[in-house]
């Protein structure tokens, strides 16, 4: 940007024209401010700044806080055992990634020693140069790579909202769907379709033969393990139910996580933990075109576009605002925005690099990225999104180059350069640490628009309330009256 910036106010003798959100770029470039409204054009001198000046109603292009619009991004739904929004819900561990050769070897390391944390609070802004291992870094923390060394650790029941690079290209896939049908189709198995492809669900051979290594239990027994159909929760982990091969259904074995880990089934409690929390994220609307169409509506998706058009039909945004309102479907806790550029390839970027470098004399820009929220959006759409992201109730970790944006939204950083990660600000500096308190949903609407209200939940006695009410069975056992199972249960 600041090479672009000084090479393009260096001409003497050439007109620029620019289309542009980003408004410290204009500020610093144009002389002058064409201005499209109401299908009619007017030519105002001087930068943005001066043209704000003039048009005051034009705040909004100027200042991202000015915007008239606005979008609402779902609330993050209960997460077991976080009481506090500065509870880590994520972590990295000592992760070190170096991409391997065709002979297995891993050759240069992207990454190395890096220790991060996310949690409800986060703002981050991960900053740093084209291939420096920014995304590299994201997609080892969201599950698309797993590293060579280290550790990933996620809440078991963490949902995460990611918006990778080739998001435009999932897009692309399904063309003739609506917006609403599309959605549809991602969520109508029970979870997010995009993470039935990610490296920490898919198995490869050699785990597939460790699964057909026989597992030895306390009574001697060996048995191979068939799949996980289950989970429960214990007071500080989970136990898993193990289906063995080859046994009856009924025929299974609760077993406790660490020992399915030290066996190398981290994959298979992946998939049970993902369907779970999908399960939990799901429960609370119903995936029907109404509701669909509602949530579309929340990201600026009007139903003109979002149920009756073709994603053939809309333009870049439209697409930014489909992809995040596809990603929020299921009320996520953590959003993660990947946009760093991205440079074209084959034959016609080569060529276009090379015509640039002839007629200019200069090395080409970076090429656009397929995906880039930021850029894609209009002034008043970006301003809508950093207003949805401040009054969002879950984590935010964004890669963008748009310093405006991020200098807006996030007080912690994330600089990667030279294979290390270097952490700046804390979470803490965006909200006090208080304890959390989670808003129980009252009401509910079912498959067929009713409005259901949901069950309170059971409220846990006191020693004192647990005495009296024990007092009063044992009063009505001796008038002769029944007592339910139910009733001893309480």
Not at 10 to 30: A, E, G, Q, W
Not at 248 to 268: H, N, Q, V, Y
Not at 388 to 411: Q, W
Not at 453 to 471: R, T
Request: aromatic share 8%.
């Amino acid at each position: 940007m600041a090479w672009l910036e000084a090479y393009l106010t260096s001409l003497t003798d050439v007109t620029s024209m620019i289309v542009s959100h980003d408004s410290s770029f204009l500020d610093n470039v144009c002389t002058h401010i064409i201005h499209y409204e109401s299908r009619k054009l007017r030519r105002y001198k001087g930068n943005l700044s001066e043209f704000v000046k003039a048009v005051p109603a034009a705040r909004s292009y100027y200042e991202l806080g000015a915007t008239s619009i606005k979008f609402v991004l779902p609330e993050p739904s209960f997460l077991e055992g976080v009481k506090s929004k500065d509870r880590a819900i994520m972590k990295l561990r000592d992760v070190s990634f170096g991409y391997a050769g065709a002979d297995g070897v891993v050759g240069r390391t992207i990454l190395s020693n890096v220790s991060v944390q996310c949690c409800l609070n986060s703002r981050v802004a991960v900053l740093g140069a084209n291939g420096a291992g920014k995304s590299t870094m994201i997609k080892l923390l969201t599950g698309e790579m797993e590293p060579c060394e280290g550790d990933v650790w996620k809440h078991p029941n963490l949902r995460i909202a990611y918006v990778a690079q080739h998001a435009f290209h999932h897009l692309e896939m399904h063309l003739e769907k609506t917006p609403n049908e599309y959605i549809r189709w991602r969520y109508q198995i029970g979870e997010d379709r995009e993470n039935l492809t990610k490296v920490d669900r898919v198995m490869t051979d050699e785990e597939e033969r460790a699964l057909q290594e026989p597992f030895k239990l306390e009574d001697g027994t060996k048995r191979v393990v068939d799949k996980l159909v289950g989970r429960r929760k214990l007071k500080r982990d989970y136990e898993y139910e193990v289906q063995w091969a080859g046994y009856r259904a009924d025929e299974t074995t609760w077993m406790p996580r660490d020992a399915l880990e030290l066996r190398g089934f981290g994959k298979l409690i992946t998939e049970v933990d993902v369907k779970e929390a999908a399960r939990l994220g799901m429960h609370s609307r119903p995936l029907t075109q109404a509701q669909v169409e509602k949530h579309l509506l929340d990201l600026g998706v009007d139903a003109e576009f979002g149920t009756h058009s073709h994603i053939r039909g809309l333009s870049g945004g439209q697409k930014v605002k489909v992809v995040l309102a596809a990603a929020m479907w299921q009320s996520p806790h953590m959003l993660i925005l990947d946009e760093v550029g991205r440079r074209a390839r084959g034959e016609r970027a080569r060529g276009r690099g090379e015509g640039f470098r002839a007629r200019f004399d200069q090395p080409p820009p970076p090429f656009p990225c397929l995906l880039q929220p930021t850029n894609y959006l209009d002034r008043e759409s970006l301003g809508a999104l950093a207003d949805a992201i401040k009054d969002y109730g879950g984590g935010v970790v964004m890669i963008t180059h748009n310093r405006e944006f991020s200098g807006a939204l996030c007080p912690e950083t994330w600089t990667v350069a030279d294979g290390t990660l270097t952490s700046v600000g804390a979470p803490a500096a965006l909200l006090e640490a208080a304890k959390l308190e989670w808003k129980r949903q009252e009401t509910t609407v079912d498959a067929l628009g009713n409005t259901v209200k949901v069950a309170a939940p059971k409220k846990k006695l006191s020693n004192k309330e647990k005495k009296k009410a024990a007092k009063v069975r044992a009063a009505r056992r001796e008038r002769g009256e029944e007592v339910s199972d139910t009733e001893e249960d309480e």
